[in-house]
């Protein structure tokens, strides 16, 4: 607070003066010393003063630095008159100011014919009038005036100090009793001020109070990064005047216009009242948003915003799990749940794309196959297929948190009415070792029910899967026939020797994506080389030239694969049918074990015989086959056609005759009469004799020499 107590010693270094016109002015004086220690600088402050003034288009006359700092009391009040009558009583330079003064008192009070500065305010009630005439409404006149002429002058000053902050720069008896005329001229002169400076004043109220565009601020979360999808965020308009200062008070216009990537998003405004905008608005799809804030048509400071919302994200507390399929069910029926994403604020989230994970044990710490389905919209649909009857539980996690109350832990019972793949199998040569790759596979599926009965009737042929893979990786075809008894026929056509994967399963009635795999599944079962027929061959003889009717004829069977390499085993069953001339003719096939199979058959005649060799309706290679068969002799049939023998003749003494001439005599007799004999005499001494026997029976040789009987004659020869 400035306060001078000596008008003569209080400015003689400069700074009070300085301070003086700084606050009557109300402009800062750009350079001086504010710690003068030494005489020039006390000098050099006085003279900034009197230069200032000089500025101001004040005159000064006859003093100077010098003059104040020595305490020329004269020209110091001098100087002291010449800044109230510029800054207080606002004269210019070469007016009076007394008239002018004068003449603004006569326009507020002009019932009062004030004509001077000193006897017409002495009854106290122009004072009154005047504090009234500037700022109506402090008094009642002149029901308030009382007949104590400073008791009415006390009323108007004290009035004029609490309704108008007009100060008491003299007391209500000097203007009563002892009136001073330039002292009464300057504290009148407040009350010109006092309406300059209201009318200043509303002036800048005014302008305080009037936003410019370009000098307004928008500023909070809401134009910041960070933001999310479906959590409502604000920001703060924050009205400026023309100086760049914040307005006191509201009832302005802001609108505010968002446009998001899918269209104009809404937004609420709130007026503070204290120049302050509160902007709310909840973006619902993720990308750039831009922010219009305008006044009266125009842009705010920094308008457009541009704001990148991010996607919304869900709160693993705040999330919701809710469905059958967490409250119970039945084994080999789908559970299905829903999981409703949530934000921080509870707030539903109505986008997709949030990374739940959900992982399902059954009784026996098995994990589950699961299907989440983003529905695109905040939920998700979850759905397992539970196997087992017992507890299940149930994880639902959103980056590695679990969400609401999770984990669940869900019971599951039985279902009676379809059969258990854990109970269920499946049994037949089609699933063990041994079976060909030429002949078609075949297995028998057993359903069983829960309680460990067999079904007993069909109609679920449509839950059972087989899968049949190769060793290259090639899916066999399966076929499944309902046999109408709870069992189900399968049966597979390998294509190549070696090992067989055999899938067998149980899919959920209600969601063939899910399955299980029966009791005994998988099955690797080796396939062995089968007998290809039309690579299968027969050689030897018997299918050759040169055979007879009365002679076995034998050949042989080579088995041979799809490859045409020799079958190691035995097993085939091949048949081998020959037609000759006069019919079929018997044939007798022998497995020898080792792949190959001897043929043997007698013709029955002479002539051309076709053999056909087949394999399952199939003919080998060659078949049918082509062989001329020739007449052989039949024992039964053969006949000694003729005989013979030679006679020796002799001496007496018992010596060979060497030489013919002498009379032999054959005779025979047969069953039948007598049979013609050939004799040959040789010549030397010997005689062939030949004969035809054509009957059965009993023959009597007789044979002579010069009509006697030869030795042992006659002789008997039976044919049989």
């Keep these: 607070m400035l306060k001078v107590e000596s008008l003569q010693t209080d400015f003689a270094d400069g700074l009070m003066l300085i301070n003086l016109l700084e606050i009557i002015s109300s402009k800062p004086f750009p ?35 010098n003059a104040i700092a020595q305490g020329n009391l004269k020209l110091i009040l001098g100087l002291i008159w010449t800044i109230i009558l510029r800054y207080q009583i606002q004269v210019s330079e070469g007016a009076s100011a007394k008239a002018e003064l004068l003449e603004w008192v006569r326009s507020k009070i002009p019932e009062y014919n004030i004509n001077n500065f000193v006897g017409d305010w002495q009854n106290g009630k122009a004072i009154c009038a005047l504090a009234e005439a500037v700022l109506p409404g402090q008094m009642k006149l002149p029901r308030d005036f009382s007949s104590d002429p400073i008791a009415n002058a006390r009323m108007g000053m004290t009035k004029a100090k609490e309704n108008m902050g007009i100060p008491e720069i003299l007391d ?222 149930v994880e ?49 599926i057993y359903a069983i029910l829960p309680d460990g009965r067999p079904k007993g009737r069909g109609g679920d042929a449509d839950l059972f899967d087989v899968t049949i893979e190769d060793a290259n990786g090639d899916l066999i075809p399966a076929k499944i026939e309902d046999n109408g008894d709870g069992t189900y026929n399968v049966s597979y056509q390998p294509k190549d020797a070696g090992n067989y994967h055999i899938d067998i399963v149980e899919r959920n009635p209600t969601n063939p994506l899910y399955y299980d795999h029966l009791k005994n599944s998988p099955v690797d079962v080796v396939i062995d080389p089968g007998t290809d027929a039309s690579m299968c061959t027969a050689t030897g003889p018997g299918l050759e030239e040169g055979n007879l009717d009365t002679v076995d004829s034998v050949f042989t069977i080579q088995a041979r694969d799809r490859q045409g390499k020799p079958i190691k085993q035995g097993g ?17 096939v022998v497995d020898n074990g080792d792949g190959t199979y001897s043929v043997s058959y007698l013709p029955n005649g002479a002539g051309p015989h076709d053999i056909a060799v087949t394999l399952g309706d199939v003919p080998i290679k060659g078949s049918t086959f082509h062989v001329d068969i020739k007449p052989g002799p039949w024992a039964r049939n053969t006949f000694i056609k003729e005989y013979s023998f030679v006679v020796q003749t ?11 001439g002498f009379e032999v005599g054959v005779e025979i007799k047969g069953p039948r009469g007598p049979v013609t004999a050939n004799l040959q005499d040789n010549g030397d001494g010997t005689y062939t004799v030949t004969y035809v026997i054509k009957d059965k029976g009993e023959y009597k040789l007789n044979v002579t020499v010069e009509g006697t009987s030869v030795k042992g004659s006659p002789f008997i020869q039976t044919v049989g």
């Design 31 to 65: 350079k001086y010393n504010k710690q003068p220690r030494i005489q020039m600088q006390k000098l050099e402050n006085l003279t900034f003063a009197l230069k200032f003034l000089e500025a101001e288009g004040i005159k000064l006359v006859s003093i100077d630095s």
């Design 396 to 444: 639902v996690t959103l980056n590695r948190a679990q969400v609401a109350k999770s984990p669940y832990h869900v019971p599951i019972g039985e279902n009676s009415d379809l059969p258990s793949p854990m109970l269920s199998y499946a049994a037949g040569p089609g699933l063990e070792p041994g079976g060909k790759n030429t002949e078609p596979a075949e297995f028998t």
């Design 650 to 660: 002799r001496d007496k003494h018992d010596v060979d005759i060497k030489e013919g």
């Design 572 to 588: 085939d069953n091949f048949v081998v049918d020959i037609q000759g001339p006069t019919g079929e003719v018997p044939v007798k």
């Design 172 to 393: 209500a008896e000097d203007m009563v009793l002892n009136p001073d005329e330039l002292s009464n001229m300057t504290y009148i002169s407040y009350f010109r001020d006092y309406l300059d400076l209201e009318a200043r004043r509303k002036e800048a109220e005014l302008a305080e109070r009037t936003p410019v565009p370009a000098k307004c601020l928008a500023y909070g979360p809401g134009l910041e990064p960070g933001n999310e999808a479906g959590i409502e965020t604000s920001f703060t308009i924050e009205a400026r005047n023309a100086h760049g200062r914040k307005v006191p008070v509201g009832g302005h216009q802001f609108p505010v216009k968002i446009a998001g990537p899918n269209g104009e998003v809404p937004s609420t405004t709130v007026d503070n009242g204290d120049g302050t905008y509160t902007v709310s608005y909840c973006p619902t799809d993720e990308g750039n948003h831009v922010v219009h804030v305008t006044h009266k048509d125009q842009p705010i400071q920094k308008s457009p915003f541009n704001v990148y919302i991010n996607p919304a994200r869900a709160d693993a507390v705040q999330t919701l799990c809710y469905g059958p399929g967490l409250e119970g069910g039945e084994a080999h029926t789908p559970a299905v749940f829903t999981i409703e994403a949530k934000n921080k604020f509870g707030d539903r989230i109505y986008t997709g794309g949030h990374p739940f994970h959900v992982n399902v044990k059954d009784p026996y710490d098995t994990n589950l196959i699961v299907d989440l389905h983003d529905n695109k919209d905040g939920t998700y649909t979850v759905t397992y297929n539970p196997s087992e009857p017992g507890d299940h539980v």
